[in-house]
């Protein structure tokens, strides 16, 4: 029989340790947390939960239902029923079978997993645990439809679990990697999931698209480009990454424009509300300088004191004043005309990275997934990580 090697066991041991908190079986994910949330109600038929806290730790409660979880100065209150409520800091709750529901004011979300409520800043701080292909399948149920073309589902599927791997800084000290919010990428309940985004997620099982010695490369993606794409660098400033600059993308240059028309004044306090330094006597917007595809990178305030402005930053200023479908892609143009000021332009969303609506017309001429993400991801394969 041979010796067990003690070097390559305690190798082993190190590489276990040393695994990323993202390459266990399930993503933490977010599920509630982005607003200021007091109370939830937890529902479901048979729960198990289990409080942590200084007078409560590792004490299992009894199973009831509904819980209700208020977020006080001294940590989690947790009423059931008529029951006297319990202060606990952390509260983990499994669903037995099925999923279990979260309801707050008006809202309410369905969970097939372990979740764990917590405070953070005063708020409730919702993660879940949910299993990695269960979460690409609800990713891909709010990005895609399942009648799509087979190889832009699995373009879709590869694309997402690549942004996945890439986004471990965004949540990631609060014990969530990603949220389930298009800050990260929406995802929808388990049981919209159709069988064919099912089938994308496992079809494609670890694959992600990689750069230079197949390593994984961040990734981005948008509902359409207007014709071409961005370069990151000019959105998001940071790399310039050679696979994350524009390309043309003829399948949309046909795509109709869209005009936004907004009083002067909406705009202006739109700025003024995302702390953007609005010049005194503001009288007229406009593009004052585009990247070489025409996407633009400054925006110029016509006034006494002129006042240049970055572009994507106006954009977003007017997503989160007006809603984020406002003012619906970043290559846009503005200018003023009368009272109102015409806010035009063409695509939707970013413009960096893949264009699903590119994608979804290359997939129906033929094209296999790996050739439609190297089209938008320039000197990059797919590969499992
Ligand atoms: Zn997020
Ligand atoms: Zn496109």
Redesign the pocket.
Known sequence: MANRNPIALALLSVLALSLPVWASPTVPV?IVGASDLPELTVLGARLSAVAQGSAHAGATLPMSTPLTVRATGHGLEVRRGDQPAQIVHRLTIAPQSNALTLQWGTAHKAVAAPVTISLRKGRLWVVADIAEDTYLGGVLAGEITPSAPWEALKAQAIVARSFLYQSRE??GVHQAL??D?S??QRMVAASAVALALRKAVSDTAGLVVTGAHDTPVPVYYHASCGGTTTAVRQVFGGPDWAHLRGVADPVCATEPGWTVSQPLGACLAALTKSKLFVPAGATDFTVTDRSGTGWPITVSVAAPLPKQLDAYTVWLAFGAAWGWGKVPGLHYDLHREGDVVLITGRGLGHGIGLCQRGMMGRAAMGHKAATILAHYFPGTRVHAR
Do not use: F
Request: glycine content about 0%.
């Open positions: 977010l965004r949540h990603v949220c919010q800050h990260c």
